[in-house]
């Protein structure tokens, strides 16, 4: 019943996010730098959940092995995913901070080409640090039995294997992880305080209401 259930939340998951990625791509009235960044990240909720859930599934019905390759991939992908979506949800509340507060220029300020950027940006932000985390992971020795506490290949998880001492590593593992989450936190933070500060500023009731819809559907992502 567990793995049907989860099996079933991964089936809508998916394509909940593959019908969004489409309808953004094929219909020309989605073309626009908020409905792109938004894709990108319903792209890295398909590929984040891809990597953990199928392999989650089968460790309930008992094949709970995997590979020092496959561990490496975990690690690897789940730490490329992690960041890039810190970044990009940054980017967005950004794209929702110029929408709101800065409306006449918002198509020169988040152009085709600005958007692509963030884009690129949140990639390599990944790809820069997880190559080096997932190196030196895979280069301990682990002691017997090798049991991962956890349902994925996950750096901190895959630390507790190794015998030797590596208490330095860990810590500029912990502090790396709060900078990737509190530098975005408080630039997302910042930007809505002045969304908010500019919508009580505006006289219109409707402009109100607008601007507090679409930040309802980022807070909602965000909270998340």
């Not at 690129?120 to 992971?137: E, I, L, Q, R």
């Not at 500019?198 to 209401?209: D, W």
Request: glycine letters at 4%; a neutral charge; proline letters at 4%.
């Amino acid at each position: 019943m567990l793995i049907c259930l989860i099996l079933l939340v991964y089936f809508l998951a998916v394509v909940g996010n593959a019908v969004l990625i489409l309808l953004i791509l094929l219909d020309s009235w989605f073309h626009s730098p908020m409905y792109f960044l938004l894709s990108q990240l319903s792209f890295i909720d398909f590929t984040l959940i891809s990597t953990m859930v199928p392999k989650m599934a089968t460790n309930f019905s008992g094949k709970r092995i995997i590979s020092q390759v496959g561990c490496g991939a975990q690690v690897f992908i789940n730490q490329i995913l992690g960041i890039a979506e810190c970044l990009l949800l940054t980017f967005m509340f950004y794209d929702c901070y110029i929408a709101i507060c800065k409306p006449p220029r918002y198509l020169v300020i988040v152009s085709h080409t600005i958007c692509t950027q963030m884009v690129v940006v949140s990639w390599a932000g990944g790809a820069v640090t997880s190559p080096a985390h997932m190196a030196y992971d895979m280069h301990l020795p682990i002691h017997y039995p090798g049991v991962i506490p956890h349902f994925l290949c996950e750096v901190m998880a895959v630390l507790k294997l190794t015998c030797e001492d590596i208490s330095v590593y860990v810590k500029s593992v912990v502090v790396s992880s709060f900078l990737v989450v509190l530098v975005p936190l408080s630039l997302i933070l910042a930007s809505y305080t002045l969304i908010f500060l500019a919508v009580l500023c505006m006289s219109s009731l409707e402009g109100k209401k607008k601007a507090l819809a679409m930040c309802s559907s980022h807070l909602c992502v965000f909270t998340l």
